[in-house]
């Protein structure tokens, strides 16, 4: 099982980013998927979540309106659209396979966002 997020980087405050998780060893599309983010000295937190079909999607207010999560599973990508980014959205942003608690589920090694001028 591969979880390989990319499009991270640095941004100025207002900027934008379009995260990627491009996913391997499991029936993706049968699978939930979310985006946690973690800052230094806190939780890990979720951003959003979609659900296997791409019907149902859901956001952290902290994001909320700020953020798009989609997902293609003929590329068996999720992605996460990120835009009017601010200082206190720089953390470390990981994909998540699944359910939480569930032995069937499945991280990703992250990719670091970081908001500066």
């Known amino acids: 099982v591969q979880l390989v997020e990319s499009g991270g980087g640095l941004v100025q405050p207002g900027g934008s980013l379009r995260l990627s998780c491009a996913a391997s060893g499991f029936p993706f599309s049968r699978y939930a998927m979310s985006w946690y983010r973690q800052a230094p000295g806190s939780e890990r937190e979720l951003v959003a979540k979609i659900t296997s079909s791409g019907g149902t999607t859901n956001y952290a207010d902290s994001m909320k309106g700020r953020i798009t999560i989609s997902r293609d599973n003929a590329k068996n990508t999720v992605y996460l659209q990120m835009n009017s980014l601010k200082p206190e959205d720089t953390a470390v942003y990981y994909c998540?396979?699944?359910?939480?608690?569930?032995?069937?589920?499945?991280w990703g090694q992250g990719t670091q966002v970081t908001v500066s001028s």
């Open positions: 998540f396979a699944g359910a939480t608690g569930s032995p069937n589920s499945y």
